[in-house]
Nanobody, 121 residues
Framework: QVQLVESGGGLVQAGGSLRLSCAASGSIFSINGMGWYRQAPGNTRELVAEITRGGSTNYADSVKGRFTISRDNAKNTVYLQMNSLKIEDTAVYYC???????????????WGQGTQVTVSS
């Protein structure tokens, strides 16, 4: 079964840093785009950052210069380095990936279960 497993969330003070990881597991034929989304209470889910298979990146304006998305294709893992965290960064962060399972000829969008990031002070 193909799935995305997230880690790295937690509680951090404003100005601090966190690194989120998301590893795809299972029998996977290929992974194309990967990304991170977030949803704060009372808000809609928004794109934080995305990265193509070739490494091209795109960021929400609110995180540019503070967050960095990267991926390790050999490990089927995408990362989100979050620096200079602000209270408004508090949200549930969701990993996203476009993947084709080995048993399928169709590419699907997969989502992680979400990991809570809380920025205090």
């Amino acid at each position: 079964q193909v799935q995305l497993v997230e880690s790295g969330g937690g509680l951090v003070q404003a100005g601090g840093s966190l690194r989120l990881s998301c590893a795809a597991s299972g029998s996977i034929f290929s992974i194309n785009g990967m990304g991170w989304y977030r949803q704060a209470p009372g808000n809609t889910r928004e794109l934080v950052a995305e990265i193509t298979r070739g490494g091209s990146t795109n960021y929400a304006d609110s995180v540019k210069g503070r967050f960095t998305i990267s991926r390790d294709n050999a490990k089927n893992t995408v990362y989100l380095q979050m620096n200079s965290l602000k209270i408004e960064d508090t949200a549930v962060y969701y990993c996203n990936a476009r993947m084709r399972p080995a048993i399928s000829s169709i590419e699907y969008t997969y989502w992680g279960q979400g990991t809570q990031v809380t920025v205090s002070s």
